[in-house]
């Protein structure tokens, strides 16, 4: 499945190379001798119509107001699970973000009118105001590491709030006339669809029903119809898979193994399907199509500008052209960081932010990206020479932005270490995923007690993804040196591994005789030979007291200790294996060495710099 936000952002690397790969076809396209088959293609009227009923728009319009719900829905399903499991759900967190996405509209929408206030294009102060939610994100993945997770929570957060605004906006000021009755069948339709969330059957297939009538309401309405997507998106749960659940799914499972029956086989699969969140399954399904399908064509069928010797003239000079550049590249940075400055200060009760002011300022500059909104917002406002103008603005400044973006990292990068600590003591601390804290005395501990990183896995001696990450772990132990500390906590996956309890209480006795490690090498070397006779073996091997060994096996001596450990996993949200946690916060993603090495040295940058800041 997805995992969150690290997982997520790293997809944007290659949608962000494809969009832009779009971007530069339709260009070539528009001023080829083939020109004048670009717009016959998006002009092309395509209907749908269901008895009466009709749905009808030309491509670019079925492409911008159809396939583009999916992006939005998209981008809903992320900011809902990062508000239900992830870095918001500290709703104080929200604060920040959500006024610097408002300043980063406001402040680029003042600098648009300032160019062309009175004039014919002050009606397109829109297409100044919105950041490009795929590009921004895309751009972040290659200009940032990936473990600088904090800035890109904080530009998701943002990039939602700035989505939303602008699609209110669109409503509002960019829309005609507005139908009530399919508005308020609309409302209808979404009250429906919350509701679904509860149905005990058939909800999947319903909900598909209900949300495709509510985007056709929105169209029959007038309003944009993508603003229905992003509302899925956030009315859409997130959770982590229970223990229960997963249980029920192996029951079901081997329940289809025993008998394979279609009447079993179904229930096995919604079995397995129940255990994901909704936002999960969903975003696992249309992610890849919203990053390499959709926006791309998005771009292809909005990008396509005729450049002759007198539109680039013109628009060197037009204050359209002029105003939404400038409000992006100058208006967009000073707006989010003023506006966090604002958000924070103390005498209006603010949290510190999330992300130091300088790497703030970073995303500010990204931010300065504007494309899909903008564009949608532009082709509403103008015709002709005017459209030609913003695009060629807008299309200006995705390309300077990110080259801001780009030096102002490489000068952050310059920064004495002293003053780089300072910023980043003074951002919010981690939110801790880990409910039970490391203690020495209780816990096995491999390296430096004192090490300023701690890895903490749960663990099942019998599963073989653990057997993999185990050598990973000796790596990062051996490069990390004093600065790291392993932590092994039991997590036996009873339901599923008939040995992994036996065995964790094995490994229990032999930490009673001071050898758990030593025992815990032995189980890793041979995860195939979890008998009783061959635990007693290893007892053996590492001369044991092998009679108070046996004796404490037989009576399951030990059990309570695994049961603590399992306990303080449910508490933690963990219910499968191996899952590690570095320094009190989850570690999502994969656990091969060139990734974990990259968390790890992440979480050591951070203490490191919290430790030698002044006060």
Not at 21 to 32: G, I, K, P
Not at 267 to 285: D, F
Not at 339 to 353: E, N, Q, V
Request: charged residues 20%.
């Amino acid at each position: 499945m997805a995992a969150p936000v690290r997982d997520f952002l790293g997809t944007e690397t290659g949608s962000a190379v494809v969009l832009l790969a779009a971007a530069v076809l339709a260009l070539v396209w528009a001023n080829s001798p083939l020109r004048h088959s670009y717009e016959s293609l998006w002009t092309t009227q395509l209907s749908v119509r269901v008895g009466g009923g009709e749905v009808a728009a030309d491509l670019r319009h079925w492409v911008n107001e159809g396939l583009m719900t999916l992006f939005f829905l998209v981008v809903g399903l992320e900011a809902k699970r990062e508000l239900d499991v992830g870095e918001l759900r500290e709703r104080r967190r929200v604060a920040i973000p959500a006024l610097a996405a408002i300043g980063g509209m406001a402040v680029p929408v003042a600098i648009y009118l300032a160019f062309n206030a009175g004039g014919a294009g002050s009606k397109g102060w829109g297409a100044a105001m919105s950041t490009d939610t795929a590009l921004a994100l895309g751009a972040l993945a290659l200009l940032t590491p990936r473990t600088a997770t904090r800035l890109r929570v904080f530009m998701l957060t943002l990039a939602v709030v700035d989505d939303l605004t602008a699609l209110v906006v669109i409503a509002t000021a960019y829309t005609a006339s507005v139908a009530s009755v399919p508005l308020i069948v609309a409302a209808v339709l979404f009250a429906v669809l919350i509701a679904l969330r509860y149905a005990p059957i058939w909800r999947g297939q319903a909900s598909i029903v209900v949300a495709l009538a509510l985007w056709v309401a929105l169209f029959k309405s007038g309003i944009d119809p993508v603003i229905a997507g992003l509302a899925i998106g956030l009315v859409t749960s997130a959770y982590p898979p229970s223990r229960e659940d997963l249980e029920r799914a192996t029951a079901l499972t081997r329940s289809f193994r025993e008998q394979p029956t279609p009447d079993l086989a179904r229930s096995a699969q919604l079995g397995v399907l129940a255990a994901i969140s909704p936002n999960e399954r969903l975003q696992y399904i249309l992610h890849p199509w919203s990053s390499y399908v959709v926006v791309p064509l998005f771009a292809l069928a909005n990008t396509g500008i005729h450049l002759s010797g007198p539109v680039l003239s013109e628009a060197i000079s037009s204050p359209i052209t002029l105003g939404v550049f400038f409000g992006y590249v100058v208006g967009k940075p000073a707006g989010i960081v003023s506006a966090s400055y604002i958000a924070s200060r103390p005498a209006l009760r603010g949290t510190r932010p999330t992300v130091s002011w300088p790497i703030l300022t970073v995303g500010g500059a990204i931010a300065g990206i504007g494309f899909t909104v903008s564009l949608l917002i532009a082709s509403l406002a103008f015709h002709g020479r005017q459209l030609a103008d913003a695009k060629l603005g807008v299309l200006a400044a995705a390309i300077v932005a990110p080259l801001i973006a780009w030096g102002l990292i490489r000068a952050i990068q310059r920064m004495p270490a002293a003053v780089r600590a300072r910023q980043i003591a003074g951002t919010a601390e981690d939110l801790l995923d880990l409910a039970v804290d490391v203690d020495p005395e209780r816990d096995h501990i491999r390296g430096p007690r004192e090490a300023i990183v701690t890895l903490v896995e749960y663990g099942d001696f019998e599963c073989p993804y653990c057997g993999q990450a185990e050598s990973t772990i000796r790596e990062l132990l051996a490069s990390f040196d004093t600065d790291l500390r392993y932590v092994w906590r039991h997590l036996p996956l009873n339901d599923v591994h008939t040995h992994a309890q036996l065995a964790a209480e094995a490994s229990e006795a032999a930490a009673a005789q001071g050898r758990f490690w030593e025992y815990y090498d032995l189980l890793f070397a041979d995860q195939s030979a979890l008998m009783t006779r061959d635990l007693i073996a290893r007892a053996e091997a590492l001369e044991l007291d092998v009679e108070r060994f046996t004796g404490e096996l037989r009576r399951h001596e030990h059990a309570q200790r695994i049961a603590e450990d399992v306990a303080s996993a449910d508490e933690s949200g963990v219910s499968g294996t191996p899952t590690f946690f570095i320094n009190g916060r989850r570690y999502q993603g994969a656990y091969d060495i060139e990734t974990l090495t990259a968390a790890v040295r992440a979480a050591r940058l951070r203490s490191t710099a919290l430790a030698t800041a002044p006060a």
